[in-house]
């Protein structure tokens, strides 16, 4: 059974960093990529980017270049998500999510998200 | 990047009826990365429909997708109280992989 576990619930002041991880199990990490998306309160699902566990390369969205890294550490079978210069706009649940990737590609088992509240 | 626009913002609709959702795209995507998700209140997404058409593991077939080029089609019969939701398109065709801006269904 495919599951992705994510950290818990974090409080960061505006200005500082938080990393999200997310750990899996139930098949090979490396076989698939992780994508994050998050969802602000009541809002819609806002993509972040991806990373193939394999090479450890990793695309983000415009939106948050030069803030966001995500990394992974094989051995664990954990990927990570960090956002750094938080501001309040980035309160929102973040999903990492497994996508299905052999000839389609889509979001296909999802974490039960972790929320980062960005607050002074 | 490729906007999705979705269509309405929402839809109320009695038990037994007919559901449908439209997703817009700003430039022509790819068939085969158009993808429909559920989300209810409180809980993770859930993959409904890929490929435009093909439903995912253990959906009825009460859900259908259809379309190409820029519009897309998520349709939903003989609808139940449990359908009652937010529904979502997303292209993975280009980078980034956009969502529309979702469709709160509210069944009456």
């Known amino acids: 059974q495919v599951r992705l576990v994510q950290s818990g619930a974090e409080v960061k002041k505006p200005g500082a960093s938080v990393k999200v991880s997310c750990k899996t199990s139930?098949?090979?990490?490396?076989?698939?990529?992780i994508n994050w998306v998050r969802q602000a309160t009541g809002q819609g699902l806002e993509w972040m980017g991806w990373m193939n566990p394999n090479s450890g390369n990793a695309a983000y969205a415009q939106k948050f270049q030069g803030r966001v890294h995500m990394t992974r550490n094989t051995s664990i079978s954990t990927a990570y998500l960090e956002l750094t210069s938080l501001r309040s706009e980035d309160t929102a649940v973040y999903y990492c999510?497994?996508?299905?990737?052999?000839?389609?590609?889509?979001?296909?088992?999802w974490g039960k998200g972790t929320t980062v509240t960005v607050s002074s | 990047e490729t906007v999705l626009t979705q269509s309405p913002g929402t839809l109320s609709v009695s038990p037994g009826e007919t559901a449908t959702f439209s997703c817009r795209a700003s430039e022509n995507v790819n068939k085969d990365y158009l993808a429909w998700y559920q989300q209810k209140s409180g809980q993770a997404p859930r993959i409904l429909i890929y490929?435009?058409?093909t439903r995912a593991t253990d959906i009825p077939d009460r859900f259908s997708g259809s379309g190409s080029g820029t519009d897309f089609t998520l349709t939903i019969s003989r609808l139940e109280p449990e359908d009652s939701a937010v529904y979502y398109c997303q292209q993975c065709g280009s980078s980034p992989f956009t969502f529309g801006p979702g469709t709160k269904l509210e069944i009456k």
């Open positions: 139930g098949y090979s990490f490396t076989t698939y990529d």
């Open positions: 999510v497994r996508p299905y990737s052999h000839y389609y590609y889509y979001m296909d088992v």
């Open positions: 490929g435009t058409s």
